[in-house]
């Protein structure tokens, strides 16, 4: 059974950090790029970050670009967001996503909520 768990959301002041994690089992893990989405409200998902199978390559959107870092452990099959310098902007659920060829996995994501 193909499982993603995010954790770590939560309430924070602007200018905070948090840590996002996921967790994953019942699939090839480290075959699979990986991905952080959000949804802010009243606004479409949006792609907040990549990162290759290996790790060695990783992409940003726009708007978090030098705040967020994306990282992985294969070996623990989790994915990481390192999250600082944070906006009331980036308030919102937070999913993580496997993907290889046509196969993708969601998890049922976390609330990060930035407010002072």
């Known amino acids: 059974q193909v499982q993603l768990v995010e954790s770590g959301g939560g309430l924070v002041q602007p200018g905070g950090s948090l840590r996002l994690s996921c967790a994953s089992s019942g699939f090839a893990f480290s075959s699979y790029t990986l991905r952080w989405y959000r949804q802010g409200p009243g606004k479409e998902r949006e792609l907040v970050a990549t990162i290759s199978p290996g790790g060695g390559v990783t992409n940003y959107g726009d708007s978090v670009k030098g705040r967020f870092t994306i990282s992985r452990d294969n070996a623990k099959k989790t994915v990481y967001l390192q999250m600082n310098s944070l906006k009331p902007e980036d308030t919102g659920p937070y999913y993580c996503?496997?993907?290889?060829?046509?196969?993708?996995?969601w998890g049922q994501g976390t609330q990060v909520t930035v407010s002072s």
């Open positions: 996503n496997a993907v290889r060829n046509l196969n993708a996995f």
